[in-house]
């Protein structure tokens, strides 16, 4: 059975609970009317308190209050339509949820491998500096030993030369 059904049966019996009420009502209203009439009016009155049928006049048979219960289904159906409307909202909800974080993920997976990237930059970096350092330290030395080395060759030549004579 059908949310909507088990509404619908729902209603159904209230409405004839509603019913039971409303003619329980109207006859003990009738009763005390008549009796009411009796006592004022002036008419006899049998053992229940009731006039006699000849004397007793019918009451007019109230119309049931149909456009109420109607206006109830009204606005139950229009309760499960937004109902139903909101759980197609939350479905289109979840799936662009879903959507997102699936880009998310993605984001940040490049964000890691970005990271890793530029910690693999500074390592580099690092070491480029490191290098230089030490190139400029060998170009300094060089630069020292050609001094020495220079007087040594011409402390050579000026012996060979010496020798030559």
């Known amino acids: 059975m059908s949310e909507e059904e ?12 509603h019913r039971e009420n409303q003619n329980q009502t109207d006859s003990e209203s009738s009763v005390s009317g008549g009796v009411y009439r009796a006592v004022v009016e002036g008419e006899e009155t049998n053992e229940a308190g009731q006039t006699p ?16 219960q109607q206006g109830k289904r009204a606005s139950i159906r229009k309760i499960q339509k937004s109902m139903s409307d909101v759980s197609k909202q939350l479905e ?5 949820i879903n959507k997102v974080s699936q880009a998310v993920q993605g984001l940040q997976k490049q964000t890691k491998s970005a990271q890793r990237q530029s910690e693999l930059i500074n390592q580099i970096r690092s070491q480029v500096n490191q290098i230089q350092r030490q190139i400029t330290q060998v170009q300094k030395s060089i630069q020292k030993k050609p001094s020495t080395a220079s007087v040594r060759k011409s402390t050579k030549k000026n012996t060979s030369k010496k020798k030559k004579k």
Do not use: G
């Open 92 to 96: 289109k909800q979840t799936t662009q």
């Open 6 to 17: 088990n509404i619908d049966a729902y209603l159904s019996s209230r409405e004839r609970e």
């Open 53 to 68: 049928p000849s004397t007793v006049e019918e009451p007019q048979p109230q119309p049931q209050p149909q456009p109420r």
